[in-house]
């Protein structure tokens, strides 16, 4: 038996060789992957919030976490390149920053909350707030997508119930017959209610139609599609001003004027009036709001 060995002396054995021949290889093991730097820290009573990102990286290294007293309780991992994590509004200077500081009552239901803006990265994209009650208790209450936005989205207060609204904007036109730059995207009010944030239709009512300004758009429009050689829709080019109306009066809670103002500014020369209200209803129907904005004016 003297010339037995111990297997786990063996494999100490070749561990052993390995280290020596190749150093950088453990060293590497025992670092483990790279963390992107620390971007931002905010703290309230026991919570504390850590945001990770690389500006200069568009690796999907970046993340948040949150720790109550010293211990994490949640951590979110970006999903996309150049994904970045920011703790309240994603601009320091707007305007709303202050409303939406880590601690203050967001929601209006008397405890204290945090945002987390989202900013996915890529051009025309994509900003989401993530929602957290901070309070004795710890949940996430949801989430919001802005999509394309990173400046039109807000939290602001226009009720003298406690409590921020959201405003954000649809975006299910988006480069529907136009290019995203003239892409229309009506304004949405979202307010706390049961649980998250819900459309508030009562706040994106308007009591009238200003029929000026709207003979003004149809005008416009008219002007723009009088050199027009006929066609029928949808290759005739018919202005995105023609739905952006259309959206702005359906998501003011007037939507017998819109179906009364395309009628009025469709240009006599083209076809497919019928065709084009049609293809505008089914689009409009893939809006993730569809089923407040389907009652809104009716």
């Known amino acids: 038996m003297s010339g037995w060995k111990h297997p786990h002396t063996a494999i100490t054995i070749v561990m052993f060789s390995v280290a020596i021949s190749m150093p950088g290889l453990v060293a590497a093991v025992a670092a483990g992957p790279k963390s992107p ?5 905010a703290s309230y009573g026991g919570y504390t919030v850590n945001t990770y990102f690389d500006p200069d990286s568009n690796a999907k290294d970046a993340y948040y976490e949150i720790l109550k007293d010293s211990k994490r309780i949640y951590r979110y ?34 405890k204290p909350d945090l945002v987390i803006s989202e900013w996915t990265g890529g051009a025309n994209c994509c900003l989401i707030f993530h ?8 949940r996430k209450i949801g989430s919001v997508d802005a999509e394309y ?5 807000h939290f602001f207060h226009m009720t003298k119930r406690a409590g921020l609204q959201i405003q954000v904007y649809d975006f299910t036109f988006a480069n529907w017959h136009s290019d995203f730059a ?17 459309v508030a239709s009562d706040l994106m ?22 050199e027009l050689h006929g066609g029928s829709w949808p290759d005739a080019d018919i202005p995105p001003a023609v739905w952006a109306t259309m959206l702005d009066l359906i998501y003011s809670c007037h ?34 709001y569809w089923s407040t904005v389907s009652q809104l004016g009716t």
């Open 37 to 41: 730097p620390l971007q931002k820290t």
């Open 77 to 110: 991992q970006a999903s996309e390149r150049g994904e970045k994590f920011v703790i309240g509004t994603l601009y320091d200077d707007d305007p709303d920053a202050r409303l939406v500081a880590i601690g203050r009552d967001i929601t209006g239901d008397g």
């Open 131 to 138: 929602l957290f009650e901070i309070g004795p208790k710890f």
């Open 149 to 153: 936005g990173d400046q039109g989205p």
């Open 182 to 198: 003239e892409s229309p995207a009506p304004r949405v009010i979202l307010r706390y209610e049961r649980g998250r944030y819900r």
């Open 205 to 226: 009512c308007t009591a009238s139609v200003d029929m000026d300004h709207l003979a003004a758009r149809i005008q416009k429009i008219r002007t723009q599609t009088k």
């Open 255 to 288: 939507r017998l004027q819109a179906w009364l103002f395309v009628d009025e500014a469709w240009p006599k020369k083209v076809d497919g009036e019928e065709n084009f209200i049609t293809d505008f209803t089914n689009q409009l129907k893939k809006s993730p």
